[in-house]
């Protein structure tokens, strides 16, 4: 089965860090963009932070220079270093991929999602 594997999430205190990984698996021909989404209770879903194959990257205003997303092409893994958290930072964290696979459908693969509570 392809599918994305999240790990990472937890309880930290304010001021905090935590690195999330997120590794895709399966008959998998190619990886392009990949990204983190957050959900926060009683919020929308919005993008957190993206990166192409080639290394590009992008972030949401309220994470710039806190966060650091990564990839290592050959692990098939894609991370989210993030430091100095804040309480409103909060939420299900969501992995996303775009894969090309050798049998099955290629587009856009999420991950289950993994909670961080940022709390005192």
């Known amino acids: 089965q392809v599918q994305l594997g999240e790990s990472g999430g937890g309880l930290v205190q304010p001021g905090g860090s935590l690195r999330l990984s997120c590794a895709a698996s399966?008959?998998?021909?190619?990886?392009?963009?990949m990204g983190w989404h957050r959900q926060a209770p009683g919020k929308e879903r919005e993008l957190v932070a993206t990166i192409t194959s080639g290394g590009s990257t992008n972030y949401v205003d309220s994470v710039k220079g806190r966060f650091t997303i990564s990839r290592d092409n050959a692990k098939r893994t894609v991370y989210l270093q993030m430091n100095s958290l804040k309480p409103e930072d909060t939420a299900v964290y969501y992995c996303n991929a775009r894969l090309r696979v050798l049998s099955g459908y290629n587009g856009n693969y999420w991950g289950k999602g993994t909670l961080v509570t940022v709390s005192s």
């Open positions: 399966g008959r998998i021909f190619s990886i392009d963009d």
